[in-house]
Nanobody, 119 residues
Framework: QVQLVESGGGSVQAGGSLRLSCTCS????????MSWYRRGPSNECELVAS???????DYATSVKGRFTISQDNAKTTLYLQMNSLNSEDSAVYYC?????????????WGRGTRVTVSL
C-alpha cells in the first residue's frame, strides 16, 4: 500500500524557517524522482523542488537559494528545508513521486502539511 505522510508545517513569521518531512512507503523510493509541490491561495498545484536518485536537484525560481530538498533513502523520507520564508510561501505542501499523474498530486495521495507565513 502506497503511503506518503507529510509533516513539519506550521505558522512562522516572515524570515523564519521550517523543515518539512515526507515519510514514504509502498514503492521503490530509492529509484524514484521525488518532488515537493504546493497549493496556495491561487489553488494552483505548483512544483517547488525535485531530487533525483543521484541527488541532483532542481528548484522553482521563486524558492531557489532559500529552500533545500534532500532525501534519506534508508528512512525513505523526503525533506524540504525552507529558510527566509515570506508570505508567498504560505500554502499546503505535498510530496510527490515521479509516477504520479500530474492532476493527482496535490491532495490525492497525502494530506499535505500547511505552512502559514505571517508578516
Amino acid at each position: 500500500q502506497v503511503q506518503l505522510v507529510e509533516s513539519g508545517g506550521g505558522s512562522v513569521q516572515a524570515g523564519g524557517s521550517l523543515r518539512l518531512s515526507c515519510t514514504c512507503s509502498g514503492f521503490n523510493f530509492d529509484n524514484t524522482v521525488m518532488s515537493w509541490y504546493r497549493r496556495g491561495p491561487s489553488n494552483e498545484c505548483e512544483l517547488v523542488a525535485s531530487i533525483s536518485d543521484d541527488d541532483s536537484t532542481d528548484y522553482a525560481t521563486s524558492v531557489k537559494g532559500r529552500f533545500t530538498i534532500s532525501q534519506d533513502n534508508a528512512k525513505t523520507t523526503l525533506y524540504l528545508q525552507m529558510n527566509s520564508l515570506n508570505s508567498e510561501d504560505s500554502a499546503v505542501y505535498y510530496c510527490a513521486a515521479d509516477w504520479m499523474i500530474p492532476g493527482n498530486i496535490c491532495g490525492y495521495w497525502g494530506r499535505g502539511t500547511r505552512v502559514t507565513v505571517s508578516l
